[in-house]
T-cell receptor, first 113, second 114 residues
Framework: DGGITQSPKYLFRKEGQNVTLSCEQNLNHDAMYWYRQDPGQGLRLIYYSQIVNDFQKGDIAEGYSVSREKKESFPLTVTSAQKNPTAFYLC????????????FGPGTRLTVT | AQKITQTQPGMFVQEKEAVTLDCTYDTSDPSYGLFWYKQPSSGEMIFLIYQGSYDQQNATEGRYSLNFQKARKSANLVISASQLGDSAMYFCAMREWGTYKYIFGTGTRLKVLA
């Protein structure tokens, strides 16, 4: 089945450590996205990528980094510079062109202590 | 600048009744799309319905319909015959055509009562 996988579902890290969240899609979508969601809040865009080897900062990119070396993969690294990294992280993809909705992965809940 | 506003943080509805979730948006671009997503407690985002800015008719998908009032810049979601499984967070989102950036509202938490 086509879809988006994020692993792991739950992730625990100590403060000061970098951590990488995985996102893979087999939908053949060009565009991929990372969102952060805090309890009771909406989705805030961290980074997005329209094409391989290209990505743009979203609204809250500070303390995060991404890469897009393959069409299927868009990993997100939460660095030690991110002040409040504990959150729910959602990866999404969409075809290019209009109109298309985004398809979401199941999310990764990151807890940093 | 693009903006989505959902003014209802929480809503209750009796099972089998209809409910309307409000969404207003702001954009200066004439070409855009509006989306509604459902987020159950499991966390995944489920796409429900889409409305294009040039669509003449309101979108419908099963028990979901979108009340699109372009002049008022509103795109309210109507859920008919509510079910207990409809209890979830609901997000309204918008994307201007030609861009790849989706803007989300803060969501409405719907609780369906038995």
């Amino acid at each position: 089945d086509g879809g988006i996988t994020q692993s792991p579902k739950y992730l625990f890290r100590k403060e000061g450590q970098n951590v990488t969240l995985s996102c893979e899609q087999n939908l053949n979508h060009d565009a991929m996205y990372w969102y952060r969601q805090d309890p009771g809040q909406g989705l805030r865009l961290i980074y997005y990528s329209q094409i391989v080897n290209d990505f743009q900062k979203g609204d809250i990119a500070e303390g995060y980094s991404v890469s897009r070396e393959k069409k299927e993969s868009f990993p997100l690294t939460v660095t030690s510079a991110q002040k409040n990294p504990t959150a729910f992280y959602l990866c999404a993809s969409s075809p290019t062109g209009d109109p298309y909705e985004q398809y979401f992965g199941p999310g990764t809940r990151l807890t940093v202590t | 600048a693009q903006k989505i506003t959902q003014t209802q943080p929480g809503m209750f509805v009796q099972e089998k009744e209809a409910v309307t979730l409000d969404c207003t948006y702001d954009t200066s671009d004439p070409s855009y799309g509006l989306f509604w997503y459902k987020q159950p407690s499991s966390g995944e985002m489920i796409f429900l319905i889409y409305q294009g800015s040039y669509d003449q008719q309101n979108a419908t998908e099963g028990r979901y319909s979108l009340n699109f009032q372009k002049a008022r810049k509103s795109a309210n979601l109507v859920i008919s015959a509510s079910q207990l499984g409809d209890s979830a967070m609901y997000f309204c989102a918008m994307r201007e055509w030609g861009t790849y950036k989706y803007i989300f509202g803060t969501g409405t938490r719907l609780k369906v009562l038995a």
